[in-house]
T-cell receptor, first 115, second 109 residues
Framework: NAGVTQTPKFRVLKTGQSMTLLCAQD?????MYWYRQDPGMGLRLIHY???????AKGEVPDGYNVSRLKKQNFLLGLESAAPSQTSVYFC??????????????FGPGTRLLVL | GQNIDQPTEMTATEGAIVQINCTYQ??????LFWYQQHAGEAPTFLSY??LDGLEEKGRFSSFLSRSKGYSYLLLKELQMKDSASYLC??????????WGAGTKLIIKP
């Protein structure tokens, strides 16, 4: 059981370049999330998904797009990277968002530097 | 707006006890979580409180007072491996997790 995995672990982009971050989970979880974590700030939700084929905006969605074509995968895309998107990106999954006791399981993170 | 406050950094001595406080103002309340995050790693779940009172789990305990919008995480018999950031997060009325910025705990020998 790998849990939640993320690729790549680290990436350097130039302003204007695009990239896709991949998140995969093998726990058969319905819910998946993309967060960014910046120094001195809490985790901020970018987008989330309540099931295969569905996505929704979180707190800071601008500049990002997502897709959930398969239940186990959740992709985060940056169409035109900006220095403000330099951050650590975490993917997480959970069984059910409605059951408030349910914890989220996090991937190891992707460190993105945009020059 | 929604807000979660916790101290930025705390220092404690190995073997001692430390209490990390968290106060919150959120749109609704469906529970409060504590996560531990070692430097460069992912957050991992520590505890969950939805009713007032103390939840004990080994060396770690978490307390909640919903009327005061207040929680604390108590760590006993501190070990060097407890050096980490501790994140407080509240599940609001839309079942969205609102995260605090985290408290960096430094353990000294």
């Amino acid at each position: 059981n790998a849990g939640v995995t993320q690729t790549p672990k680290f990436r350097v982009l130039k302003t204007g370049q695009s990239m896709t971050l991949l998140c995969a989970q093998d726990m058969n979880h319905e819910y998946m999330y993309w967060y960014r974590q910046d120094p001195g700030m809490g985790l901020r939700l970018i987008h989330y998904s309540v099931g295969e084929g569905t996505t929704a905006k979180g707190e800071v969605p601008d500049g990002y797009n997502v897709s959930r074509l398969k239940k186990q995968n959740f992709l985060l895309g940056l169409e035109s990277a900006a220095p403000s998107q330099t951050s650590v990106y975490f993917c997480a999954s959970s069984v059910d968002r409605g059951r408030s006791q349910e914890t989220q399981y996090f991937g190891p993170g992707t460190r993105l530097l945009v020059l | 707006g929604q807000n979660i406050d916790q101290p930025t950094e705390m220092t404690a001595t190995e073997g001692a006890i430390v209490q990390i406080n968290c106060t919150y103002q959120t749109s609704g309340f469906n529970g409060l979580f504590w996560y531990q995050q070692h430097a460069g790693e992912a957050p991992t779940f520590l505890s969950y409180n939805v009713l007032d009172g103390l939840e004990e789990k080994g060396r770690f305990s978490s307390f909640l007072s919903r009327s005061k919008g207040y929680s604390y995480l108590l760590l006993k018999e501190l070990q060097m491996k407890d050096s980490a950031s501790y994140l407080c997060a509240v599940l609001d009325s839309n079942y969205q997790l609102i995260w605090g910025a985290g408290t960096k705990l430094i353990i000294k020998p």
